[in-house]
């Protein structure tokens, strides 16, 4: 019964450090996790991925680990997470990790040891090369920021690369000896009952051997094209971490229920994305950012579902998501804080077959909030990333007093809250209208419906603007216009739409940006 689990779940990406602060440090924690399980059973969430809890200096906020098997002092301590691990259970939630293995943070032993010497038995732990010929960076791979990806090291005479910050050394893939390492590293937290992992730029371990130039690339475009004038083909996305993601697959299906690996796959088109899950033999999840980054339009968001389906390999289960801690809140990016707009994107989001995974606040439609630059915390922002990531890593708004809840009364949050007034859970939870009790209800039926097959996915004709489509047994239909439009009548009976009760809005009509679900 339980072997696919994920599949018709709703899981929940929790930000720790900015959820809930249980020792009024200014810092959410495992604890203030513990202390608010509650909201998230009541959601009815079946899964927490919560991000980085592994020891880290935070030079990009625990994505540079120090110590892959321990927990952050800052987040709590192991018996913390073990009591999280046993409180969601007791609850019926899964709890993900988040898992780092394409870099290390430069503090980790490893790097120290590999730094040390030529000759070290960890040198090739990482990937260290000698200047090009007439001196310089080895090759014109480019880092995040755009800055040219290579490090040098006076102490032994090489560069070592960093796709991210210089205190994220990467990883050597193509050393078997990192290989062991993670293998243990998998199964240690899998012992401990953790039900899987998010895998940290799961497209990128394997770089070319031969450490080849990137070719030029247009400027602009997606987010997920040329970075910085260069298309990223030689220091990501190699065709080597499949048969990674073989083993690993092996091994979590060691395990009963099964551990789930769920990557961060940042590839532009979804034939990329297909080649994560493998024959059913890879990863069993894979993050869709063409369905992310989509216009919020019927075309743009049908289009993207139908390639995917008919890309998937068979029997493979889609995942969807449009917020996270790197690229933003979809109620600012889709719907400028509009909530008709914020509900309909709940709506088709909770009705697509497969995984649904939340961003925290995603319930209450929390927007991106303008963090001024001296409270700035990303030292990852810039370049490609010139928004900055802190707008969606700002602390939990759960009610309107002045630290949102958060916090303990008078701390300083270390990010600060938004607008706690115009959106919090406390308000939204006495609120039968509100965005968190629509959001509530989705997922109810939700799980009345999904069950553990896999639905499929049909469109059905529509006028221009509306998205139409059956999800197993779910029909949905969904106008993304401004405009009212008619329908052909739904054969159903309507379980719940976007703008309140059905009855308003009269026949098979559609209000404007109005969603419905019929089963
Ligand atoms: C993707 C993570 O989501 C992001 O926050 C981080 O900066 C990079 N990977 C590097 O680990």
Not at 166 to 192: C, G, K, M, S, Y
Not at 254 to 273: K, N
Request: glycine share 10%; charged share 20%.
């Amino acid at each position: 019964m339980d072997r696919r689990w994920w599949q018709g779940a709703a899981l929940y990406q929790l930000y720790v450090r900015s959820w809930q602060d249980s020792d009024g440090d200014g810092y959410g924690d495992l604890r203030g996790i513990i202390a608010r399980l509650d909201h998230l059973e009541w959601l009815g969430v079946d899964g927490i991925w919560l991000s980085p809890t592994m020891p880290s200096p935070d030079h990009d906020w625990g994505y540079d680990v120090s110590d892959y098997r321990g927990v952050h002092p800052e987040l709590g301590t192991m018996a913390d997470l073990d009591a999280l691990i046993q409180a969601a259970d007791q609850r019926g939630m899964r709890v993900l990790l988040d898992l780092v293995p394409n870099h290390t943070s430069s503090a980790h032993p490893w790097f120290v040891e590999s730094a040390a010497s030529l000759d070290g038995p960890l040198r090739d732990y990482y990937v260290w090369a000698d200047p090009a010929i007439g001196g310089g960076p080895p090759n014109n791979w480019l880092d995040f920021t755009g800055r040219p990806a290579w490090q040098w090291d006076d102490r032994t005479g090489q560069y070592y690369l960093h796709n991210f910050l210089a205190a994220q050394p990467d990883l050597n893939w193509w050393q078997p000896a990192v290989h062991e390492e993670f293998r243990q590293i998998l199964a240690f937290w899998f012992d401990r009952g953790v039900a899987g992992f998010r895998i940290d730029v799961a497209h990128g371990l394997y770089k070319d051997a031969l450490l080849r130039d990137n070719p030029a690339a247009a400027e602009g475009g997606s987010p997920l094209g040329g970075r910085f004038g260069l298309r990223p083909e030689y220091n990501e996305n190699r065709p080597e971490v499949h048969g990674l993601y073989r083993a690993w697959r092996e091994l979590a299906d060691q395990y009963s229920p099964p551990r789930l690996l769920l990557g961060e796959t940042w590839v532009g088109d979804v034939s990329q994305l297909a080649a994560f899950y493998g024959h059913d033999d890879e990863l069993q999840l894979a993050f869709n950012f063409p369905f992310v980054f989509a216009g919020f339009s019927a075309a743009d968001l049908a289009g993207v579902v139908a390639s995917t389906m008919a890309a998937l390999p068979p029997g493979a289960c889609p995942v969807w998501t449009a917020s996270n801690h790197d690229v933003g809140r979809f109620a600012s990016r889709w719907c400028g804080g509009d909530d008709a707009k914020i509900r309909l994107a709940l709506l088709v989001l909770a009705a697509l077959p497969g995984t649904l995974v939340l961003y925290y606040g995603d319930e209450i439609g929390m927007t991106d909030v303008t963090v001024p630059p001296e409270l700035a915390r990303d030292l990852l922002a810039g370049g490609s990333r010139q928004l900055g990531r802190d707008r969606a890593r700002t602390p939990m708004q759960w009610d309107d007093t002045p630290t949102g809840g958060f916090t303990a009364p008078g701390v300083r949050s270390w990010l600060p809250a938004g607008d706690v007034a115009a959106r919090n859970v406390a308000a939204q939870r006495l609120d039968p209208g509100s965005v968190l009790s629509f959001c509530r209800e989705l997922l109810r039926v939700r799980r009345a419906h999904a069950g553990q097959e896999l639905a499929g996915y049909e469109p059905l004709a529509a006028p221009d603007g509306v998205w139409h489509f059956t999800a197993g047994g779910l029909t949905v239909a969904a106008n993304f216009t401004g405009q009212q439009v008619s329908l052909p009548p739904l054969a159903r009976h309507v379980l719940v739409s976007s703008a309140g009760t059905r009855e308003q809005a009269g026949g098979s009509a559609l209000r404007p940006w109005e969603g419905v679900i019929a089963a």
